[in-house]
């Protein structure tokens, strides 16, 4: 058994919960899901950023302290992976007490070791960011994510001597090919390397917003370097160092492109510089556009419909959980940029959900009803299907091993494809009861099986209740991937039951 350790970005807390943090969430979820079933010792992190200065300014602007702005809006979260049916490990807040302990420790190991030294900071910086910009980057003075303009900024800081790294940032990179996927976003990590690295400011005098800095009690720490430190802190860095080294190996970070340069830059660097090993694996995602601009009467808008307007509760209200985690996980691979489309989703959800799913768990227990009385029938072992469920096992592992959540849903569908054919080729609805059609349908049960299976990391409800109306014992995610998926073993004899459709078709209009 191996450790996958995988971790999304914390979320800021003055965003609210949107479809892209869906996105990365839901695919972060589904990625754990299968590594559990799989049997791999799995721990997901997820949680949110919650210090800095937007923050104090919007819990002033608010009149409540900042702790009681993030309790508020950190909660909105939890909320939504609830909705969304996420199941972390461990749901990480930054102004919770072990954090400041990691980030103390963390950072004064960088301290000690002679990579921060103080000085003064004249530039620009962007409060909706949290980042510095340079006159290069920004030559028009306004911010080139947010568009707003910046502020002209100057105060002693402590700099982190970033530029002390470039050589073994490069090493490291050329020593770990896999490091970051896809290879598009490593060679942009390079990019940015290879330009030259400046040191960069780590602290702050003007907010008191953060975690203290232990040996300048006049600074606090720059918001930045306290979230990276988060993947340390939910694994036990400096309270349990032992149980951080062994899950810190195995760690995989979920992040989008706009935050490449902070994880794949900064966070090496200060591993190195802390004496820790750079983080094994940053898989990159894009970013979610929104497509069509129909909305449901739920979540109905004024005016342009942005990404942000749409919320995951609003989406499982009118939708259901599965449908949606479907969507998010089928539609846009890892590593691309996608079209959100409330059409798309539609057209997903009547396709392959109600057309193909939903209509093979109908129509195998409907036939099962008429002519077995309800009861399973034996498997036979010679089937067709048999290969072409091996084939399907071993694709979708494949996939979900390599962060393509997309490929193996396509893997999953093409046995659920191969088994709707060979009901339609065989139609054992028109079969007299006896060997031949049990033959059929216990082909067709088995296969409907292992796709239950195979669905479970993206849909763990519907594939919940098919195990349910199948009479299966357990659930199927009650034994490893390799013996679940391992042909011939549904029971004969179990009463197997049609109940309402999973997914009643949707209005297209």
Same mark, same amino acid.
């Given at each position: 058994?191996?450790?996958?350790? #995988?971790?999304?970005?914390?979320?800021?807390?003055?965003?609210?919960?949107?479809?892209?943090?869906?996105?990365?969430?839901?695919?972060? *979820?589904?990625?754990?899901?299968? =590594?559990?079933?799989?049997?791999?010792?799995?721990?997901?992190?997820?949680?949110?950023?919650?210090?800095?200065?937007?923050?104090?300014?919007?819990?002033?602007?608010?009149?409540?302290?900042? /702790?009681?702005?993030?309790?508020?809006?950190?909660?909105?979260?939890?909320?939504?992976? %609830?909705?969304?049916?996420?199941?972390?490990?461990?749901? #990480?807040?930054? %102004?919770?007490?072990? =954090?400041?302990?990691?980030? /103390?420790?963390?950072?004064?190991?960088?301290?000690?070791?002679?990579? #921060?030294?103080?000085?003064?900071?004249?530039?620009?910086?962007?409060? &909706?960011?949290?980042?510095?910009?340079?006159?290069?980057?920004?030559?028009?003075?306004? +911010?080139?994510?947010?568009?707003?303009?910046?502020?002209e900024m100057e105060e002693e800081n402590w700099f982190f001597q970033l530029s002390a790294f470039q050589d073994r940032l490069l090493e490291w990179y050329d020593a770990t090919p896999g490091n970051v996927t896809p290879s598009t976003k490593r060679n942009e990590a390079l990019g940015f390397i290879k330009g030259g690295l400046r040191d960069i400011s780590i602290?702050?005098?003007?907010?008191?917003?953060?975690?203290?800095?232990?040996?300048? &009690?006049?600074?606090?720490?720059?918001?930045?370097?306290?979230?990276?430190?988060?993947?340390?802190?939910? #694994?036990?860095?400096?309270?349990? *160092?032992?149980?951080?080294?062994?899950?810190?190996?195995?760690?995989?970070?979920?992040?989008?492109?706009?935050?490449?340069?902070?994880?794949?830059?900064?966070?090496?660097?200060?591993?190195?510089?802390?004496?820790?090993?750079?983080?094994? =694996?940053? !898989?990159?995602?894009?970013?979610?556009?929104?497509?069509?601009?129909?909305? $449901?009467?739920?979540?109905? !808008?004024?005016? !342009?419909?942005?990404?942000?307007?749409?919320?995951? !509760?609003?989406?499982?209200?009118?939708?259901?959980?599965?449908?949606?985690?479907?969507?998010?996980?089928?539609?846009?691979?890892?590593?691309? *940029?996608?079209?959100?489309?409330?059409?798309?989703?539609?057209?997903?959800?009547?396709?392959?959900?109600?057309?193909?799913?939903?209509?093979?768990?109908?129509?195998?227990?409907?036939?099962?009803? $008429?002519? +077995?009385?309800?009861?399973?029938?034996?498997?036979?072992?010679?089937?067709?299907?048999?290969?072409?469920?091996?084939?399907?096992?071993?694709?979708?592992?494949?996939?979900?091993?390599?962060? /393509?959540?997309?490929?193996?849903?396509?893997?999953?569908?093409?046995?659920?494809? *191969?088994?709707?054919?060979?009901?339609?080729?065989?139609?054992?609805?028109?079969?007299?009861?006896?060997?031949?059609?049990?033959?059929?349908?216990?082909?067709?049960?088995?296969?409907?099986?292992?796709?239950?299976?195979?669905?479970?990391?993206?849909?763990?409800?519907?594939?919940?209740?098919?195990?349910?109306?199948?009479?299966?014992?357990?659930?199927?995610?009650?034994?490893?991937?390799?013996?679940?998926?391992?042909?011939? /073993?549904?029971? &004969?004899?179990?009463?197997?039951?049609?109940?309402?459709?999973?997914?009643?078709?949707?209005?297209?209009?």
């Amino acid at each position: 058994m191996s450790r996958f350790y #995988i971790t999304t970005p914390i979320y800021y807390v003055n965003d609210a919960p949107h479809a892209g943090h869906a996105y990365c969430t839901v695919n972060a *979820d589904a990625l754990a899901r299968f =590594h559990r079933l799989r049997g791999d010792e799995t721990f997901f992190l997820t949680g949110t950023d919650e210090h800095g200065q937007k923050v104090a300014d919007a819990a002033a602007a608010n009149g409540v302290s900042p /702790q009681e702005w993030t309790d508020r809006t950190s909660a909105r979260f939890r909320e939504a992976w %609830t909705a969304l049916n996420i199941n972390f490990d461990d749901f #990480i807040r930054t %102004t919770e007490p072990r =954090h400041a302990v990691a980030v /103390q420790s963390f950072l004064t190991k960088i301290y000690d070791n002679g990579y #921060i030294y103080k000085d003064t900071y004249v530039g620009q910086y962007c409060v &909706s960011c949290e980042d510095y910009f340079t006159a290069e980057s920004a030559p028009e003075g306004t +911010c080139p994510i947010h568009g707003k303009p910046l502020t002209e900024m100057e105060e002693e800081n402590w700099f982190f001597q970033l530029s002390a790294f470039q050589d073994r940032l490069l090493e490291w990179y050329d020593a770990t090919p896999g490091n970051v996927t896809p290879s598009t976003k490593r060679n942009e990590a390079l990019g940015f390397i290879k330009g030259g690295l400046r040191d960069i400011s780590i602290t702050r005098t003007s907010i008191s917003w953060g975690v203290p800095v232990p040996w300048d &009690s006049d600074h606090v720490f720059y918001v930045w370097y306290d979230a990276l430190i988060n993947y340390l802190t939910a #694994i036990g860095y400096g309270t349990d *160092d032992a149980r951080a080294d062994s899950w810190w190996p195995s760690v995989n970070h979920l992040i989008g492109k706009e935050i490449i340069r902070f994880h794949c830059v900064w966070w090496p660097a200060m591993c190195m510089a802390a004496g820790i090993e750079p983080p094994a =694996h940053v !898989q990159v995602h894009g970013w979610l556009l929104v497509g069509g601009q129909k909305l $449901s009467k739920t979540m109905a !808008q004024q005016g !342009q419909v942005r990404l942000t307007d749409i919320q995951p !509760q609003a989406l499982v209200a009118e939708y259901g959980v599965d449908p949606v985690r479907y969507y998010l996980l089928r539609e846009t691979p890892l590593g691309t *940029d996608g079209d959100f489309s409330l059409e798309a989703l539609v057209q997903r959800y009547n396709t392959d959900l109600a057309n193909n799913l939903g209509n093979l768990a109908a129509r195998v227990a409907t036939v099962v009803g $008429s002519k +077995c009385g309800g009861l399973s029938p034996a498997v036979p072992m010679d089937s067709v299907l048999a290969e072409r469920a091996a084939v399907a096992v071993d694709a979708a592992a494949a996939a979900w091993e390599n962060f /393509q959540p997309h490929l193996a849903l396509e893997a999953t569908w093409k046995l659920i494809g *191969d088994t709707n054919g060979f009901l339609e080729d065989n139609a054992p609805w028109k079969m007299e009861p006896g060997a031949e059609v049990e033959a059929v349908l216990g082909s067709a049960l088995e296969a409907l099986r292992i796709v239950t299976v195979l669905v479970s990391p993206a849909m763990p409800a519907t594939a919940d209740e098919i195990w349910r109306r199948l009479a299966l014992d357990g659930t199927p995610t009650s034994v490893p991937l390799a013996t679940a998926t391992a042909w011939g /073993q549904f029971p &004969s004899g179990r009463a197997v039951v049609k109940g309402d459709p999973l997914f009643p078709r949707l209005a297209t209009a």
